[in-house]
C-alpha cells in the first residue's frame, strides 16, 4: 500500500518568513496530493492540492511542488503569519479511488510573531 | 452551504461496551470516510462508503464497522471498546464521483475516550 513520509515534524519560523513542509510518497499510482491545516479542536481543512498531471500550483502565499519521477511533493508558505500556526498534513491518494487517502504524520509549524 | 456535522463531539465509555458515531455529509456529497486520528499514528483510514456501499476499507480489526444511509448519513460502530481505541475519530465528505471527487472536506471529529 501507500506509504507518506513528512518531514519536519516540527518547524518555528519568525513571522514574515518562509516555509517549507516536504512529503515522499511511495506508490506510483498515487496522483492527487492535497494539504491539510489543522487548528486545535478542529478537523482538518484542505488547503491546497495538485494533481499529477501539474508540478506546481499557487494560491496566494500558499504553493506546492510536485516532483512525479521522485515522488516527493511539498508546501511553501510565505510571508508566514501568526495566524498560520498550525499542525499540517500532506496526503496521497488516486483520483480514481480518492475515498481512501493516506496521511504523513503532520508538520507543528509555529510562526513567532 | 452547511459543512461536515458529526455528532456527538465528546463521548466517554468503558472498555468492552460499544459506541456509535454519526456523520452527516454536506449536501450533494455521496462519498463518506472515516479517520481515526491519535497522536502515535497520526490520520488512519477506516473505511469509505459511497452510494450506501463499502468502497474502501483500511486496516482496522471487524470490531470497527460502519454503514451509510440513503441520505448519505453515516454511522460508525465500534464494538467491545479497549482503552486504544481512544481518539479522534474524523469523518470526511466528498462528491464520490465526477470532476470533483478528490475534493474532501472534514468534520470537527468526535472526540472518544475510553476508559
Known amino acids: 500500500g501507500e506509504n507518506v513520509e513528512q518531514h519536519p515534524s516540527t518547524l518555528s519560523v519568525q513571522e514574515g518568513d518562509s516555509a517549507v513542509i516536504k512529503c515522499t510518497y511511495s506508490d506510483s499510482a498515487s496522483n492527487y496530493f492535497p494539504w491539510y491545516k489543522q487548528e486545535l479542536g478542529k478537523g482538518p481543512q484542505l488547503i491546497i492540492d495538485i494533481r499529477s498531471n501539474v508540478g506546481e500550483k499557487k494560491d496566494q502565499r500558499i504553493a506546492v511542488t510536485l516532483n512525479k519521477t521522485a515522488k516527493h511533493f511539498s508546501l511553501h508558505i510565505t510571508e508566514t503569519q501568526p495566524e498560520d500556526s498550525a499542525v499540517y498534513f500532506c496526503?496521497?491518494?488516486?483520483?480514481?479511488?480518492?475515498?481512501?487517502?493516506?496521511f504523513g504524520d503532520g508538520t507543528t509549524l509555529t510562526v513567532k510573531p | 452551504k452547511a459543512g461536515v456535522t458529526q455528532t456527538p463531539r465528546y463521548l466517554i465509555k468503558t472498555r468492552g461496551q460499544q459506541v456509535t458515531l454519526s456523520c452527516s455529509p454536506i449536501s450533494g456529497h455521496r462519498s463518506v470516510s472515516w479517520y481515526q486520528q491519535t497522536p502515535g499514528q497520526g490520520l488512519q483510514f477506516l473505511f469509505e462508503y459511497f452510494s450506501e456501499t463499502q468502497r474502501n476499507k483500511g486496516n482496522f480489526p471487524g470490531r470497527f464497522s460502519g454503514r451509510q444511509f440513503s441520505n448519505s448519513r453515516s454511522e460508525m460502530n465500534v464494538s467491545t471498546l479497549e482503552l486504544g481505541d481512544s481518539a479522534l475519530y474524523l469523518c470526511?465528505?466528498?462528491?464520490?464521483?465526477?470532476?470533483?471527487?478528490?475534493?474532501?472536506?472534514f468534520g470537527q471529529g468526535t472526540r472518544l475516550t475510553v476508559v
Open positions: 496526503a496521497a491518494s488516486q483520483r480514481t479511488n480518492a475515498g481512501k487517502s493516506t
Open positions: 470526511a465528505s466528498s462528491p464520490g464521483q465526477g470532476p470533483m471527487n478528490t475534493e474532501a472536506f
